[in-house]
Each structure stands twice: as C-alpha cells, then as structure tokens.
C-alpha cells in the first residue's frame, strides 16, 4: 500500500512534467520549487527502498498517460467513461466467461452482500472516473497533476494505520519532503487566486469607469473633474460597487465603443 501511494506521488509530478513538455503550460517559480522537491523526494524513497520502486512508476507514468490522453481527447466526464467501457466490454465479459468455466467466479455464488459488495466497487471505480474525466478538459494538466497529491495521502493513511506496514526513517523523510511539496503547491495556488480576485475587482472598476467617462461624452486628455462622470458611474454601477470618481487623465485611451461591456 506505501508503494502504491508513493506511485500516485510521482504520478503528479509526471502529469506536471507532461503538461510543461508537451502542452507547453507554464509554471511559476513556486511551482518549479515544488517540483523539485519531489523529485528530490522520489530520489531519497527510491534510496531507501534500495532499489528503482517499479511498480510505483508503473502506477506514475500509466495514470500520467491515462490523464494525458484524456486531455486530448476532451470528451466529459460521462462520454469518455461510456466510450471506456465500451471498449473494455468484450474483453471483460470473455475474462467474467473465463473465471466462471474454472469455479474461480464469485459474484453468484457467495451470497447476495458479496454480489452487492462486487457491485459497488463498480460504482466506487466509476465515480471518481467520471469527475477525472470533467476536469480533465477544463483544468490545466498541470493543476490537475497538483490536486493528485490528495489520494496518495489517503492510501499512506491507510498502509500505516490499517495494513500497519512498515515505516523506516528513510521513508519518513522521502515522504515529509513530498508533503513539503504538496504544501508549496498549496500556498502557491491560494495565492495566485486572491492576487487573480484582485486584479478582476481591479479590471471590474476600470472598464466602469470607462463606459461612464464614454457615456458622459468627456474627452480624454480634457483633464475635466468627474463629477457628472461619478453620477454616471454611479447608475450604472452594480449594487455595492464603490462609486467613480477622480479626474480623466491626459492622455488617457479609451475603449472603443464595441470594445466596452455591455
């Protein structure tokens, strides 16, 4: 269960790294730090396991490649899980036809909550596929690749807690410094989001600012106090937008009219 986590902590790194090679996405500096600590990460858990972890990058580029694809196919969530398993179809009912010619079958023979049980691992796989799916083609690969660190948390909860695998000191510090990665994502990411609210409040104020200086009929350049601008502004402003006011400025530009928001 460790190993597995530790695969679906590479596999944001994989996804980050495929969203930068291939879809030419950008990161910031923060990012670029958080990054590197996970492959500093990676590179002190590979240590401590004392050989390359295969199945964990298995696990990391297959999935890496899964969401890969999936952003290039843009199909929702639904759609691309329905045209999934279409394709797996056949292929599973001939292994199904196969378990049972050999007695290995369970799902009819074990009793109605075994048969329920097998049922809602379908329901539990398909969910979480669905909602990949839909943020696949609306997020970028490599936010996507961030918000995948959530899981491999759950599944190391569940090794040491439940399954009570082994923890050696090696492996503590390979993963403290994918969680220090995890948390640089994390400041990184609520901070681009407040400075983005700011600037859209900003953006907000300037272009009504400019479509009562336009409907005011006032120059720029003119350098005319603002008054009968405010007023303007003030009417056209939504409920709790602060009122306009100050003086257009020389050599201010204004929008073109079709360029002004309706």
């Given at each position: 269960?460790?190993e ?46 004392g ?19 999936k ?34 079958s369970?799902?009819a023979?074990d ?6 049980l ?6 539990i ?56 990665a ?18 859209l ?24 106090p ?8 003030a ?6 937008q ?6 257009v ?14």
């Amino acid at each position: 269960m460790v190993e597995a986590a530790l695969g679906y902590f590479i596999n944001p790194l994989v996804s980050i790294a495929f969203g930068v090679l291939l879809l030419h996405e950008r990161l910031r500096p923060a990012q670029w730090a958080a990054v590197g600590v996970g492959v500093v990460a990676v590179a002190v858990l590979t240590v401590g396991y004392g050989k390359l972890p295969w199945i964990a990058l298995t696990l990391a580029f297959s999935f890496g490649t899964y969401g890969l694809v999936k952003k290039h196919i843009g199909l929702d969530g639904l759609e691309s899980l329905a045209a999934e398993t279409g394709m797996q179809f056949l292929p599973a009912l001939g292994f199904l036809i196969f378990l049972g010619a050999r007695g290995d079958s369970t799902f009819a023979t074990d009793g109605v909550g075994h048969a329920l049980l097998l049922v809602g691992c379908g329901f539990i796989t398909a969910a979480p596929l669905i909602c990949f799916g839909g943020a696949a083609v609306r997020l970028p690969l490599s936010a996507i690749g961030m918000l995948q660190y959530i899981a491999p948390t759950f599944q190391f909860v569940l090794g040491l807690v439940v399954f009570h695998e082994e923890m050696p000191i090696e492996r503590w510090a390979g993963f403290a410094l994918v969680w220090l990665a995890l948390a640089l994502l994390t400041w990184e990411a609520l901070r681009t989001a407040h400075r983005s609210r700011s600037e859209l409040r900003a953006a907000a104020a300037r272009a009504g600012e400019a479509v009562a200086v336009a409907q005011a009929g006032v120059e720029p350049g003119s350098g005319v106090p603002t008054r009968a601008v405010a007023a303007a502004a003030a009417e056209l402003a939504e409920p709790g937008q602060a009122p306009v006011t100050g003086t257009v400025e020389a050599g201010g530009d204004l929008p073109a009219p079709d360029e002004l928001p309706r």
